[in-house]
């Protein structure tokens, strides 16, 4: 049995696009185009499904990424355009992690018009994947501040509170967050 290759939406796009602009061709012939053109088999049943109108929406969809096989709407547009934007804006000047883009996902909720009389969702980790997904956004290494203060900073504070670990929690306080602090250093 031959192993099934998926198509992807892109390919699905030059097949309606290629139909658009031969409307007179039949499923046989728009089948052996695409076979001659991707150098993949497909069924005439899965060029007129994709013909139908359940792919109506490839003819306007412009965020698809090129290899997406399938596409799978978000349920909030306004939301996750208004996301999307201000991650792009924001990315250069802050580490911007899972957690970020859920508290600014209820903001957003809370402040878009569209929205106001919803129940807001609680944005789950599934949510937070499939956002990532359709959005093609990928977790990346920093490198610099951004970067090293995760990693570093974790490895300082297990020596910290190794070495604070003799006193009683009562006598231990956070200095650079007090006056004291602007005291103690030099001038």
């Not at 658009?20 to 060029?47: C, M, R, Y």
Request: net charge positive.
């Amino acid at each position: 049995m031959a192993r099934r290759t998926p198509i992807s939406v892109a390919q699905k796009k030059a097949l309606r696009a290629h139909k658009a602009l031969n409307p007179d061709l039949g499923n046989l012939q728009i089948k052996d185009w695409f076979e001659a053109q991707f150098q993949q088999v497909i069924s005439t049943s899965s060029v007129s499904e994709i013909l139908s109108s359940w792919y109506n929406h490839l003819d306007q969809q412009s965020t698809l990424r090129v290899n997406q096989k399938r596409y799978r709407p978000e349920s909030w547009p306004t939301l996750e355009s208004a996301l999307f934007e201000w991650m792009q804006r924001s990315e250069a000047d802050i580490y911007i992690s899972g957690e970020i883009l859920r508290k600014k996902a209820q903001f957003f909720w809370k402040n878009l018009h569209e929205y106001k009389d919803k129940n807001m969702p609680s944005f789950s980790n599934g949510w937070l994947q499939k956002f990532q997904h359709r959005r093609g956004i990928k977790d990346r290494l920093h490198h610099g501040e951004k970067g090293s203060a995760s990693t570093e900073a974790a490895k300082e504070m297990i020596d910290i509170r190794q070495a604070l670990s003799i006193y009683d929690p009562k006598d231990i306080f956070n200095c650079d967050e007090s006056g004291l602090f602007w005291k103690m250093t030099p001038n």
